[in-house]
């Protein structure tokens, strides 16, 4: 295997490991060597997921978890240290939408809900990887945030904010354990086919998948929604162990989008 995308022997925690982005990613690194530490709302799907990926002779521990819940996160980075003895990658992923709106309907709950899921999930899961991190004198944190991280999104006022946040949260904490030997970076994405939009009221609205696809799509050049392993393939490029001097960074995935 290229030593670029080799993650044999790696201990990677995964929230949001379900569905979406997070499941295909944990099955590419254990596709790629890596032991997994997964965690999800949804534990029936992530116990499928586990089972599958143990099946095929990956080292898996797959914890039932909110990210909203400080103490779910902090088991999730005890799973690693105790059953693998270290943590060396983290994916805080996890996270939620909400439905679509002019700003002046977007509810106070809305925004609650953003903050507790989106912002604290990450935050969390930051205190907690950065402490295990810090005493191992190294490690990779790679945050989802989103292109409405990076700018103004119509009719999805709260989530843009909370991801704003998100893009906020990992600058500050790359900047301040950088001389710990920690990366940090969160990835961007444009409107991707993971469950988040095939299954949301997007579709419902829109009339069918495809319509939904065609008017998210007017918003990139490349006149398309992302597939989800696009966006995986660079998660993969970020986490990558021969990436080693970018830290800080939040990398829009977004087929043009950012370029207007
Ligand atoms: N799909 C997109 O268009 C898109 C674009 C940009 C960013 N993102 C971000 O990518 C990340 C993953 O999204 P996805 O597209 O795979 O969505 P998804 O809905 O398909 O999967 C998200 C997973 O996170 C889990 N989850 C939700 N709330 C949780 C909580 N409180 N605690 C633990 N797990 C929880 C869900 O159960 C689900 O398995 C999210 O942070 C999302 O905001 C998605």
């Not at 902090?74 to 799973?79: E, F, K, N, S, Y």
């Not at 993971?194 to 009339?207: I, R, Y």
């Amino acid at each position: 295997m290229d030593k670029l995308l080799d993650f044999t022997g790696k201990t990677v925690l995964i929230t949001g490991a379900a569905q979406g982005f997070g499941e295909l990613l944990a099955r590419e690194l254990a596709a790629r060597g890596a032991h997994l530490v997964l965690g999800d709302l949804k534990t029936d799907a992530l116990m499928a997921v586990a089972s599958e990926l143990k099946a095929g002779g990956t080292k898996v521990v797959a914890l039932h978890c909110d990210v909203s819940n400080e103490a779910h996160c902090q088991a999730l980075v005890d799973g690693a240290l105790e059953t693998f003895g270290q943590l060396d990658i983290a994916v805080n992923n996890a996270g939620i939408a909400h439905t679509l709106g002019p700003i002046e309907t977007i509810t106070n709950d809305m925004f609650d809900q953003q903050w507790q899921v989106n912002v604290m999930g990450v935050q969390f899961g930051l205190r907690h990887q950065i402490t295990a991190m810090r005493k191992q004198k190294h490690g990779v944190i790679l945050n989802v945030a989103s292109m409405a991280g990076l700018g103004g999104t119509p009719r999805g006022a709260a989530y843009s904010a909370a991801k704003h946040a998100v893009v906020g949260l990992t600058k500050t904490a790359a900047v301040e354990v950088a001389r710990d030997n920690i990366r940090v970076n969160a990835i961007c994405p444009f409107f991707t086919a993971t469950p988040m939009v095939t299954k949301s009221d997007l579709v419902s609205h829109a009339g069918s998948l495809e319509q939904a696809k065609d008017a998210l799509s007017r918003g990139a050049p490349m006149r398309r929604i992302a597939e989800p392993e696009e966006i995986v393939n660079v998660m993969l490029m970020l986490l990558s162990p021969g990436n080693t001097y970018m830290t800080g960074q939040a990398i829009a995935v977004d087929g043009g989008a950012s370029a207007i």
